[in-house]
C-alpha cells in the first residue's frame, strides 16, 4: 500500500508545527512574565487575570469545621477538619472523609440553580452520614469553604464572581454572579444549617496547603483536566491592589494562566478543535496543555491521516466522534513498551475502532508524542515564565535559592512522559545550575481527592 507516502506529508508538517525548541519556549516564557506584569497593573491589562485570593496566609485564621467542596469536571469532595485545635500539624486535621460525586452531563448544560441545588444536596447527604459525629456550639451554623476551580473574580474571602465557566461547563445564570451567594442560596432552598465563610480557588488552595508544610514553596501548578497556576506575589509589586492590605506583605495571585496565547506553535487541528468548542477563541494555552484536550487533539490528527489511508479505506465512525479518545488512552499507548505494540493496537481498536498494523501504530505512538510533547514543554515554559518574573522583582530570591514548586492534578501525576519533557524543558531553560535550585514536588492528598492541600504529601522531591 501507498499510505506511507501520503501520511508522510501530514506527519511532517504537524512534526514542523509542534516543535518546541529553546527560542520558542523562551519567548513564551518572556511573554508570559510580561503578561503577568500587564495582568498585574490593571485589570483587562492581559489575557491573563492575575485574580487577588485575598488569601494572605492559609490555612490559620478558619473557623470551625470546614466541609470542602471541590467543583470540577465531575466531582465534589467534601472533607473536613478543625483548625482551631492548635495540635501539631497532623492534629490539626482531626478527620477528613471524602465523597466523590459526579456531575451529571446534563448538570454541565442546565442552570446555575440546579448545579448549585445538585452540590446543596451533595452536601446534605454527606453531613448527613457524618451526623453527629462532630460537636458544633449550639446556634452556631457550620461553615463551609468552597473550593472552586474556575475563574472567580473574587472581592472579599467569602464572595467571587464567576467570570466565565471553562472545562467544557456551559451552565446559564453563573457568570457574572457571586458563587458563594449561589451557595448559599441554594443551601438555603434546601434548609440547610450552612454557610459558606470562605471561598478559595483550587491553585490557592493547593499553593497556601502546600506551604504548609514547606515554606519554600512559591508556585502552585495544576495540570488536570484543565490547568491553572498561582504563586507568592509581593503586594508592593500590584499595581492594581487599592487598599487591600495585608501584614504579610505578600499575598497569593491566582493567575488563570489557562487563558494565555501568546506565541503558542498551533496547527490546524487546534484551530479547528477550538472553533467547535463552546469557548471559541478562549483559554488557548489549556486547549493546547491539559488533559481535558490532547487526545482530542490527537483524535483529529488521526482522522486527518485515517483520510490518508492509513489505517485501511474505511474510515471509523468511532474515531470521528469528538473527545471518544481521551488524554488516559494516549497515556496508556505510549506505556506499551511490546515489540508488536499489542496494547497499542487493541486501545486503539476499543476506543476508535481502527485497526492497525505495526507500522500505522508506531504513526500513531509519534502523533501521541508530538502533541504531549509540545503541551508538556509550553507547560514548562510557561512555569519558567512565572519563576522568571519573580526573580526579576526580587534578584536572587528565587533563582539562588531552594524554590518548590507545587505540582498537582492527574495529567502531571499519571502520565510520566509529560513529567519528564516538562521538567526537560525547565531544565533547558534554567541551565543545569539554577534548575537544581528549582524542586517540582507532586502533591497528593492522603486520603482521597481534593484538592485542600492540608492532606497532601510531599509525593517526591526531585
Ligand atoms: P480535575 O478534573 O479536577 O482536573 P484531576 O486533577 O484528577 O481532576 O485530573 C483529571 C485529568 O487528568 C483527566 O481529565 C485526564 O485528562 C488526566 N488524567 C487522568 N488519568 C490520566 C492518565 N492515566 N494519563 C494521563 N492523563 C490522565
Redesign the pocket.
Known sequence: RSSAVSVAPIFTKLKHECATPLPLLRHVADAMAADMRAGLAVDGGSDLKMILSYVDSLPTGYVCIYVYM?V????GVPCHFDPNSLGGKQERVIDTEFEQVSIPQELMFGTSEDLFDFIASGLDKFARKEGGKFYLPSGRKREIGFTF?FPVRQTSIDSGILIKWT?GFAVSGTAGRDVVACLNEAMERQGLDMRVSALVN?TVGTLAGARYWDDDVMVAV?????TNACYVERTDTIAKLQGHDSSSGRTIINTEWGAFSNGLPLTVFDREMDDASINPGEQIFEKTI???Y??EIVRRVLLKIAEAGTFGDSIPEKLSTPFVL???D???MQQDNSDDLKAVGSILYDITGVESNLSARKIVIEVCDTIVKRGSRLAGAGIVGILQKMEEDSQGLIFGKRTVVAM????Y???PQ?RRYLQDAVTELLGLEISKNIRFILLQNRQG?T?LAKYYVPLEDS
Open positions: 471541590y470540577s469536571s465531575g466531582i476551580s472545562k483550587d495544576i495540570l488536570g483536566t484543565g491539559s488533559g481535558m490532547l487526545g481521551r488524554t488516559p494516549i497515556s496508556a498537582d492534578g492527574g495529567l501525576e499519571h502520565y509529560y481527592k484538592r
